[in-house]
């Protein structure tokens, strides 16, 4: 556990000291997920300040994530298990409030995507390509059954990422990925080629990992990436002009409509 603050002439500045030093122990290592911190008692002897200083540390770790607070018999504050979902979730949502175009989203893909295949290709272990396979599999056997191997695309680029062994780079692509799936659900893309390119391109992706062939692995990913964004970008063109033309054929059946009764 940290040691007491030396100098603490608020109870403001005491609860951000301690909740401060609480923090950086877990992010140290020195906290683990599940470990039990001391309670508010003790900790409040041990900095020498009042209880409610401690308890609005806790109440401060808590609102970061950080902590649980656990009531009743065998309760307390435990440090909480990572969860990288609610900031994959506030990345995702700031990128959909933002109105992100698809060209914007092409282009930060072709940034991300390739360099995270070189590290998977660099860091991947022998259990984490077996689930990279795992997964090809399923989309393969999804696309000889008609199933269509669309909703395990994206799960394939999330695996490569958390392959790549760093934080930061898996929950930024997570958050891609969910943007991604959104711009994929309102375009039609239920042509078995397209399905087929996929699956033939991820297990190709595979292969480079597994060999650990880095650059292999950038080059295939950076033409996988360029290819599927091509495609969605072909498909979201065409529906959009689709729309628009049934659009117009009800504008001017409305406007025939309309000089119809003006005649009568």
């Known amino acids: 556990m940290p040691s007491p603050p030396r100098q603490t002439p608020t109870r403001d500045r005491v609860s951000d000291t301690i909740a401060a030093r609480i923090q950086k122990s877990i992010t140290d290592g020195e906290l683990a997920s599940g470990e039990r911190l001391p309670a508010e008692r003790e900790l409040a002897q041990r900095f020498k300040t009042s209880r409610l200083s401690i308890r609005e540390a806790y109440r401060s770790l808590q609102e970061l994530g950080l902590i649980t607070i656990r009531r009743g018999a065998g309760g307390g504050a435990f440090i909480a298990e990572i969860d990288h979902a609610p900031m994959s979730r506030s990345l995702t949502m700031m990128l959909r409030l933002g109105r992100t175009t698809h060209e914007e989203l092409t282009e930060a893909r072709l940034l991300l995507e390739p360099p995270i295949a070189r590290l998977a290709a ?117 529906q959009i002009r689709d729309r628009r033309s049934v659009a117009a054929k009800k504008d001017r059946a409305r406007e025939k409509g309309k000089g119809v009764k003006l005649t009568r």
């Open 122 to 238: 660099r860091r991947a272990l022998p259990e984490d390509i077996e689930r990279l396979q795992a997964l090809v599999n399923q989309q393969a056997e999804a696309l000889e059954s008609k199933e269509g191997p669309g909703r395990l695309a994206l799960e394939f680029h999330r695996l490569v990422a958390r392959c790549a062994r760093n934080l930061t780079l898996e929950v930024t692509m997570n958050a891609l990925a969910d943007v991604t799936r959104e711009a994929v659900l309102k375009i039609d893309l239920s042509e078995g080629a397209v399905h087929e390119h996929v699956v033939t391109f991820h297990q190709k992706i595979v292969n480079a990992i597994k060999r650990h062939d880095e650059d292999l692995a950038y080059d295939l990913m950076e033409r996988h990436v360029s290819d599927v964004q091509g495609r969605l970008g072909k498909n979201l063109l065409r």
